[in-house]
């Protein structure tokens, strides 16, 4: 059975409850755009391709919810429920381009029922173009990687990460669907273990050969000769070619730049900012008992000071390819990146 994160059925957003794997996999189905923001804020959804889509079918249920008769309320109603999507994660850029093409959408309509239509067909048709989008990702990255490559990722950039397929996990999907043998290696990702809760759940899922490492264990595996290829996702890339992304892939590239392993990000053009600089980013903080426990066990003092940031920032010097649906853009990005925009 292939993964789907988000569906919309009967007026509702069904996603699959990524806090309960690898345990159980659940569906959960909300009515109230309201309960989709407190899904992506306590990362029932997480990844920033899911959580664009997640905001635009946030988008769809609020259009639902409103009983504004008039064109101009709604689009008041609809502009309260983007600001609330919108505050709920700031580093993935694909929130915020989600909730701009609904809202653009939505001003388009003529009428309350034009408007209500086009809201939903459009976060729909944004959930299908991720899958498309994703696999043709797939096509372009699979050429980067040879029979019997070992790949390293970091986090979860797959299936679980987008509406399906995924964005690194694609390629790798793409890579054994060339008919390349692959095995992977997956960090753990601390301190909410997306690389051993979701890679290693999703990878095992689809027979993909995986091997689970501590964190730690990046330049032991690297020095030791075991991974040709790293791929990563990305929550936002600047024109720069600058790539935030879970927290530790700036580790990984550096070492991987260290053993002279190519170290790839892929990533949808809806991923890129044009226009931020890197101070500009808002890196967000998590809470302290990410950090100061596993699980319900305690493993750190009371009272200890916590620096627990969710994403860093990888700078292009380390990067050898920025892989999307348009291409592979390599360095120097500031050139390479407004090429694959203009073949749009
Ligand atoms: O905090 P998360 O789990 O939302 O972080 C996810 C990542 O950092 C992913 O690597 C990124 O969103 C790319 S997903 C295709």
């Given at each position: ?30 009515t ?7 899904a ?36 008041s ?11 709920t ?17 939505a ?21 299908e173009?991720?899958i ?11 050429k980067l ?9 970091h986090?979860?950039?797959?299936a ?12 790798i999907?793409?890579?054994k669907e060339?008919?390349k ?5 997956a ?8 690389g ?12 993909i ?5 501590p ?22 890339i ?7 992304n879970?927290i530790?892939?700036?580790?990984v ?7 002279n ?11 890129f ?9 808002t ?37 050898s ?13 500031e ?7 203009k073949?749009?």
């Amino acid at each position: 059975m292939e993964l789907r994160t988000i569906e919309w059925k009967d007026d509702s957003v069904v996603m699959i409850d990524q806090t309960k794997l690898p345990n159980e996999l659940v569906f959960v189905k909300y009515t109230d755009y309201n309960d989709v923001a407190d899904a992506i804020r306590t990362l029932v959804v997480r990844g920033a391709p899911a959580i664009g889509v997640s905001g635009a079918f946030g988008m769809a249920l609020a259009a639902l919810q409103s009983s504004s008769e008039t064109k101009e309320n709604l689009l008041s109603d609809l502009e309260k429920a983007k600001k609330i999507l919108n505050d709920t994660r700031p580093t993935a850029v694909n929130l915020s381009w989600g909730l701009k093409t609904i809202m653009q959408i939505a001003k388009q309509g003529k009428t309350v029922s034009e408007i209500k239509d086009g809201v939903i067909a459009k976060a729909k048709h944004m959930a299908e173009e991720d899958i498309n989008v994703n696999k043709k990702m797939g096509k372009n990255g699979e050429k980067l990687f040879h029979n019997n490559d070992t790949i390293m990722t970091h986090c979860n950039a797959g299936a679980l990460a987008t509406v399906a397929y995924g964005t690194a996990l694609g390629v790798i999907r793409a890579t054994k669907e060339s008919g390349k043998k692959v095995k992977v290696i997956a960090t753990e990702t601390r301190p909410i273990q997306q690389g051993s809760r979701l890679t290693a759940f999703e990878l095992k899922h689809d027979g993909i050969d995986v091997s689970l490492i501590p964190d730690t264990a990046v330049g032991y595996t690297m020095a030791n000769g075991l991974v040709n290829g790293v791929i990563v996702g990305a929550d936002r890339i600047l024109q720069t070619g600058h790539v935030f992304n879970k927290i530790g892939t700036y580790q990984v590239a550096t070492m991987a730049k260290q053993h002279n392993i190519p170290f790839y990000v892929a990533a949808p053009l809806s991923t890129f900012d044009l226009e931020s600089n890197p101070k500009d980013i808002t890196i967000e903080q998590r809470k302290a008992s990410e950090v100061t426990g596993i699980g319900d066990k305690k493993t750190a003092p009371d009272g200890i000071d916590v620096i627990n940031p969710a994403f860093d920032m990888t700078p292009p010097e380390l990067i050898s390819g920025i892989i999307t649906e348009n291409g592979v853009a390599k360095p120097p990005y500031e050139e390479s990146i407004k090429k694959l925009f203009k073949a749009n």
